[in-house]
């Protein structure tokens, strides 16, 4: 992966959450809107990676696997968008949005910690790539 600086990594979330706030909360909000892309999230099937993205947590039915991939789509789909919006790379696009993404957790939800272990949310805020504000 590579090293953003703290500069970098500003500059493109504050991009990410202007290109958000026009096109991102169709389609990241959507699979909230979804019964089994809920019940998979309170279930603790699938959590907030670092990436940006959302990952399968354990072995988990193909419905789940299924779901998760056609998520990620999406959102690629999104960070491509915001990325040449925003003169920035997908990856860096997808980091700087995994800033909210994981601040937006609630407690008893999965995230993937930096050194990639699937871990339940607490009380506090769940520790994010370097540069989130």
Do not use: F
């Amino acid at each position: 992966m590579t090293r953003l600086s703290m500069k970098s990594l500003k500059s493109v979330a504050a991009a990410a959450a202007a290109m958000l706030l026009v096109t991102g909360p169709v389609a990241l909000h959507a699979e909230g809107r979804s019964p089994e892309y809920a019940a998979a999230r309170a279930a603790g099937q699938v959590g907030e990676q670092q990436d940006g993205y959302l990952g399968v947590v354990g072995n988990q039915p193909a419905s789940v696997v299924a779901m998760v991939r056609d998520i990620n789509n999406k959102r690629r789909a999104v960070y491509t968008e915001g990325a040449t919006a925003s003169k920035s790379t997908v990856q860096e696009y997808a980091t700087a949005t995994a800033c909210r993404l994981l601040a937006d957790t609630k407690p008893g939800e999965k995230y993937q910690a930096p050194d990639g272990s699937w871990q339940t949310r607490g009380a506090s805020m769940p520790p994010r790539p370097s540069g989130c504000k």
